[in-house]
């Protein structure tokens, strides 16, 4: 199947440093990208879905000046958590897909705020 | 009420055994349902997308109620490596994005 990539698969900062993840589709141009967070013993929740080009949509809830989202080319999206907090310690996952087929997810990043 | 809900679990099992998780879905509008796998601090990879008729594979089956908006995963012969957490997922389109239930979790023991 499709192969996507995160970068970096953790990270540990200290409050108040801002973060960036990386997701890329490695073998295929994705229309769309989904960033997801799931912190222990919960699902995985959606935060925004990402068209190349446009901007993101946000879930409700999901501060978009917190988690900055940029899609600037088909294989690339990134997430920048800004300021970050020991409360946005969690599982970042993002999916790429390619119009309406199988969603391809990428293999996660652990972020630790101390 | 969550849009997807699940057996909380977990679910023990002797290797061999055979087990069954359901899940329901609140949004009647859901056209795609599916079963993702999930391993301790990996991502989720698809297991089997869920069809109205039913469908099966290998030792897995999944069948899907719309009237009753149910939808299951029966497991035989259970392996030591089927365990994992077990996501039941639907989504209203192939342009929607996915929702994910909190997942179950299975132990297969020997």
């Known amino acids: 199947g499709a192969v996507v990539s995160q970068h970096p698969s953790w990270v540990i900062c200290k409050s108040g440093t801002s973060v960036k993840i990386e997701c890329r589709s490695l073998?295929?141009?994705?229309?769309?990208m989904f960033w997801y967070r799931q912190f222990p013993k919960q699902s995985l929740m959606l935060m925004a879905t990402?068209?190349?080009?446009?901007?993101?949509?946000?879930e409700q809830g999901v501060e978009k000046d917190k988690f900055l989202i940029n899609h600037a080319s088909l294989t690339l999206s990134t997430l920048t958590v800004t300021s970050a907090h020991p409360e946005d310690s969690s599982f970042y996952i993002c999916?790429?897909?390619?119009?309406?087929?199988?969603?391809?997810f990428g293999p996660g990043t652990r972020l630790l705020v101390l | 009420r969550k849009e997807v809900e699940q057996d909380p679990g977990p679910f023990n099992v002797p290797e061999g055994a055979t087990v069954a998780f359901n899940c329901t879905y609140s949004?009647?509008?859901?056209?795609?349902f599916f079963w993702y796998r999930q391993d301790c601090r990996k991502e989720p990879k698809l297991l089997m997308s869920?069809?109205?008729s039913g469908n099966e594979d290998g030792r897995f089956t999944a069948q899907l109620n719309r009237a009753s908006q149910y939808i299951s995963l029966l497991i035989r012969d259970s392996k030591l490596s089927d365990s994992a957490t077990y996501l039941c997922?639907?989504?209203?389109?192939?342009?929607?994005?996915?929702?994910f239930g909190k997942g179950t979790r299975l132990s297969v023991i020997a």
């Open positions: 999916s790429a897909k390619v119009f309406q087929e199988t969603q391809y």
């Open positions: 073998d295929f141009q994705a229309t769309t």
């Open positions: 990402s068209n190349e080009g446009s901007k993101a949509t946000y």
């Open positions: 949004n009647s509008a859901s056209q795609s």
């Open positions: 869920v069809y109205s």
């Open positions: 997922v639907v989504s209203r389109s192939g342009n929607t994005p996915l929702v």
